[in-house]
């Protein structure tokens, strides 16, 4: 009865609340927010100073006094207390946008988590929505929204394969029935393919690089396969001499980039041949059949998809909007509570 009434003075939300970046959807109104996973804080005080977008344009660039912090690493809170402030932050703005009814934070929240988690994390990730204000929260793992998200059938007595590699993780399921048949969470995704640059540049040119300043230069000119046009990108990776310490800028090519991000890649190319070769014999012709179906913002770096295909020999496909895959199933879900009570895991 209490829950109804809450339930009417607030939104309902999902939220993926990623490495890289977190995103927001609210019941009936879709996706309202999405913003880096960052948050800024004074270092003696505590207190919140920015969030998002603002507190990414910092990371790396504030004084001694304020720290720039990214409250998740490899997909998992590693900031308990930054994370809680950083998803009060968002639920508070949710309840704050204009709506017919006055609303007070109470929401029931559906959270995408790793599917590697475990049970001391899952109950970090609780503590911190509830004491966030959400009345329940709900854990689903992001493989599983994924899925529901790209729109994949995954009640069907049929394989479905998905692969979402995101900024801290990179999750490979087989899903039947509404389960995860075959999971894998490998720590490996495009924060790491950052450091794979930031160690290219050390080691071959001895320029130091800030992991931002190598994140733009995947943006640029990252990639799996070779791809049309990238004898004609110019790039320069922009750092510190470590030998003179003084500033200096050396021009990549795509073979470059992609020399460094090679051994990276092979490791999540590995994985999900592991994990076709560990599924179950029934389900895989229904994977040859439909494929693997990628999300997470990962699965946009240049030719992956190309590369991944020619390693395993199965279709694959980029999701539609693969960044927002896992936020709109965890909305998908709050919409419906048989697929809920089936999916969710606390
Ligand atoms: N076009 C692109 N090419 C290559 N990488 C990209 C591209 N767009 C985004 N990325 C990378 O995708 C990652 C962010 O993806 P996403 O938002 O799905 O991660 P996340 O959900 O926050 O992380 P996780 O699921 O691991 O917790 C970043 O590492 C970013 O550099
Ligand atoms: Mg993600």
């Known amino acids: 009865m209490i829950d109804k009434l809450l339930g009417l003075f607030s939104h309902d ?22 913003e880096p996973s960052v948050v800024t804080i004074h270092k003696k005080t505590k207190e919140v100073l920015a969030v998002g ?7 790396g660039k ?59 994390e899952r109950k970090a990730v609780i503590d911190a929505t509830r004491n966030a204000g959400a009345r329940l929260a709900y854990l689903i793992e992001e493989p599983m929204a994924a899925a529901i998200g790209a729109g994949l059938s995954v009640q069907e007595p049929r394989g479905t394969m998905i692969v979402d ?30 450091v794979a640059i930031v160690n290219y540049a050390k080691n071959k040119h001895n320029l130091l690089l800030g992991e931002r300043t190598a994140e733009e230069v995947k943006f640029a000119i990252g990639s799996a396969m070779p791809f049309d046009g990238e004898d004609q990108l110019e790039v320069y990776m922009r750092g ?18 992609r020399e460094a991000l090679e051994a990276s890649i092979s ?10 070769e560990e599924t179950p014999p029934e389900l895989v012709p229904d994977i040859l059949r439909t494929g693997i179906t990628l999300a997470g913002g990962t699965s946009q770096l240049r030719n992956f998809d190309k590369l ?18 896992v936020v709109r199933g965890c909305g998908m879900v709050l919409d419906d509570l048989d697929l809920l009570q089936r999916v969710k895991i606390a």
């Open 13 to 34: 939300i999902g939220i993926d609340l990623g490495t890289a970046n977190t995103l927001v959807y609210v019941k009936g109104r879709g996706i309202l927010i999405r």
């Open 62 to 120: 504030t004084p001694s006094t304020i720290e720039a912090i990214r409250p998740l690493r490899d997909g998992v809170i590693s900031d308990f207390y930054v994370a809680q402030k950083m998803i009060e932050y968002f639920i508070k703005m949710v309840h704050e946008l204009p709506s017919r009814f006055p609303k007070i934070p109470r929401p029931r929240v559906v959270l995408g988590v790793p599917s590697g988690i475990t049970s001391v």
């Open 165 to 194: 590699m995101g900024g801290g993780t990179s999750e490979i399921a087989v899903i039947s029935l509404g389960g995860m048949v075959i999971s894998k969470s490998l720590r490996i995704a495009g924060d790491e393919l950052d």
């Open 267 to 276: 490791l999540i190319i590995d994985a999900v041949k592991d994990a076709i």
């Open 240 to 257: 510190r001499d470590l030998r003179s310490g003084l500033p200096k800028s050396i021009r990549v090519t795509a073979g470059d980039i």
């Open 53 to 59: 977008s603002e507190a990414k344009r910092m990371l």
């Open 308 to 325: 991944l295909q020619k390693e395993t020999q199965v279709p694959v496909q980029v999701a539609k909007e693969p960044m927002t895959c």
